[in-house]
């Protein structure tokens, strides 16, 4: 039986942290199972999925520490068990874009949180654009369960868009099973 641990880092970056984190895996004979690693301003960023036997995880866990502090990285780890995927009859990829507006994320999310639906992934960008005005861009990816009306869910978010003054942009993926 496979044990799992979740690992989030975040320091200031610079070369050959990825590498520290795949070799730590590697050493401790674990797998790494998803990862995402992403730079905000000069912070570096990692979120990661490993699996392992109870005692290769639990080797992780006792040298996890120490890279840190070599790394100067914070860290948080956690011990959790593997997603159990589930069907949903579609996926919506959605883009919202226009001029950056404080509390947008805010709204989309609680429209979702309101319609109980599943956000899958969120990547949002605020920045200027050509002639230096605050512009802002949300991407979400949204699994759809069976009881919900593709439609009528299309139509509200289009709704959303207009009411908070974002273009927004839908393309539907049909019979998506999440991992």
């Not at 995880?57 to 011990?79: A, C, G, H, N």
């Not at 429209?111 to 956000?119: C, P, Q, T």
Request: charged share 25%; aromatic share 4%.
């Amino acid at each position: 039986m496979s044990n799992h641990l979740v690992i989030t880092a975040l320091g200031a970056d610079r070369p050959g942290i990825v590498s520290k984190f795949a070799r730590l895996a590697s050493e401790c004979d674990c797998d790494i199972v998803d990862s995402r690693m992403a730079l905000f301003g000069n912070e570096f960023t990692l979120i990661m999925m490993l699996s392992g036997s109870w005692a290769s995880i639990t080797k992780v866990e006792t040298s996890l520490p120490s890279l840190s502090v070599e790394l100067e990285l914070m860290t948080v780890m956690k011990r959790t068990s593997k997603h159990t995927p589930q069907n949903y009859i579609s996926r919506l990829e959605v883009t919202f874009s226009g001029s950056n507006q404080r509390g947008t994320m805010k709204k989309i999310t609680q429209f979702l949180a309101d319609r109980s639906l599943d956000l899958a992934a969120v990547r949002s960008h605020a920045d200027e654009d050509d002639q230096g005005d605050p512009s802002q861009n949300v991407f979400l990816t949204i699994n759809v369960p069976e009881k919900v009306d593709l439609e009528k869910l299309e139509n509200s978010i289009n709704e959303l868009a207009e009411e908070i003054s974002l273009n927004c942009h839908i393309k539907r993926m049909q019979g998506i099973t999440t991992q």
